[in-house]
Nanobody
Framework: QVQLVESGGGLVQTGGSRRLSCAASDRTFGTLAMAWFRQAPGQDREFVAGISISGRTPYYADSVKGRFTISRDNAVNMGYLQMNSLKPEDTAVYYC???????????????WGQGAQVTVSS
């Protein structure tokens, strides 16, 4: 029953960078795969990136591949999403999620953060 809290959202201009953090409540985080999803107004929740328990196997949606980097530090119960070369279409609420198995489907995850708004302006 790990709890997750995102931070690091805010306003950034096109081409800029932002790092989101996901703080987990306890060491249970280190036994779970972790992913980032995003949801824009009027749209479904979309897979962004996922990472294995060890942190050695990252996966990315085509829309962010080469621009975003997912990582984790199990020693401090933290996950991260480094976002570079941001575009207006990246504007969304970003959520971290965790569960036993890595998946690109939001419904597969039991543990979610509250979301962090990222707005990319022109």
């Amino acid at each position: 029953q790990v709890q997750l809290v995102e931070s690091g959202g805010g306003l950034v201009q096109t081409g800029g960078s932002r790092r989101l953090s996901c703080a987990a409540s306890d060491r249970t985080f280190g036994t779970l795969a972790m992913a980032w999803f995003r949801q824009a107004p009027g749209q479904d929740r979309e897979f962004v990136a996922g990472i294995s328990i060890s942190g050695r196997t990252p996966y990315y949606a085509d829309s962010v591949k080469g621009r975003f980097t997912i990582s984790r530090d199990n020693a401090v119960n933290m996950g991260y999403l480094q976002m570079n070369s941001l575009k207006p279409e990246d504007t969304a609420v970003y959520y971290c999620a965790a569960d036993r198995l890595l998946s690109t489907h939001a419904h597969s995850y039991d543990y979610w953060g509250q979301g962090a708004q990222v707005t990319v302006s022109s």
